[in-house]
């Protein structure tokens, strides 16, 4: 793999397992396509998208958002994920509602979603999230060549196939998913 995105160098992900959360590294051990998958070492406190982008010269259209959600319906409440370009918003009022057939859908609060997943806040990345989970993704993520993602630690980023994050179980593709943001 010799992949460059921005100033960016990404390695083999499972060549370098000390810059991945430990459910990254258990699900890309068992997963067939693991070694299109690359990582690369950043500056953690650049981890957020907006900064991450400016300083490693990466497009917000090419670095991908994981949004950790709390889905509730009735006595019931479950958690999910979108995954969206950073230069969009989720419309978690409308569609991903809808898709997820819940009453009410909110951010999941920092802690939470730090604990249910066991990744640093700010890096959290579909890759090794809980079985159970729907995961959303953006129509124009998935069909992406490649897109820059957290790793689950806030040291380094993914840089994954589109095709890739589309394949993960519990997945669904969604069009319109990621809805530009307004000033």
Known sequence: MNIKLGTL?????????????????????????????GVAEIDPNLSDTAGFCEHYKVGMNHAANCVVLEAKRADKSWFAACVIFGNTRADVNGLVRRTLDARKVSFAPMEQAVTQTGMEYGAITPVGL????????????????????????????????????????????????GQMKTI
Do not use: H, T
Request: charged residues 20%; without cysteine.
């Open 9 to 37: 160098d990404f390695a083999i992900a499972m060549e370098r397992p000390e810059l991945l959360a430990k459910a990254v590294v258990e699900v890309l051990s068992v997963l067939p396509n693991a070694d299109k998958v």
């Open 130 to 177: 809980p079985n159970d989970w729907s995961i959303l993704i953006d129509k124009a993520v998935a069909d992406s060549d490649y897109v820059i993602i957290g790793s689950g630690i806030r040291k380094s980023k993914l840089a994954v196939p589109g095709s890739f994050l589309a394949s993960l179980p519990n997945v669904q593709v969604l069009e319109g998913l």
